[in-house]
């Protein structure tokens, strides 16, 4: 499976894409493909502040609830409100229209501590 290089990630199959202060938080193909069909997807609202390596949310499929993790500290900026009504973008896109908050960092030395496309790729060969 192919690992996009402009990207870092975290074990749990989180992306993040940084761009000028903001970073762009999904999930990686690997992980949608995982989840199967994508029912529901639970996101913070716009302000809300999170902790690098804490849950922002939760993804539901027809297979599994789980926790979607932040790998950086900041406040959310943008929600993927296109989610509430199409989850299945998540399945169909996830590192495009997939895609599920925008972060302003409060420690940007946080993004550069997330796993390289080299490392995660190494880390799905191991499944």
């Not at 975290?10 to 992980?31: D, P, R, Y």
């Not at 996101?43 to 993790?69: R, Y």
């Not at 790998?71 to 989850?87: E, I, M």
Request: glycine share 8%.
């Amino acid at each position: 499976m192919a690992v996009s290089e402009d990207r870092r990630y975290l074990k749990s199959h989180e992306w993040h894409k940084l761009e000028g202060e903001i970073c762009t938080i999904g999930i990686t193909q690997f992980a949608a493909d995982e989840l199967t069909d994508v029912t529901f997807v639970s996101l913070p609202s716009t302000g809300k502040e999170l902790t690098a390596g804490k849950p922002f949310g939760e993804i539901e499929s027809v297979k599994a609830t789980s926790d979607l993790i932040s790998g950086v500290s900041g406040v959310v900026t943008a929600v993927n409100t296109r989610l509430n009504d199409s989850p299945e973008l998540v399945n169909n896109d996830p590192l495009g229209d997939g895609w599920m908050i925008k972060v302003k960092l409060t420690h940007p030395s946080e993004y550069e501590k997330l796993l390289s496309p080299t490392d995660y790729q190494a880390q799905l060969g191991s499944h």
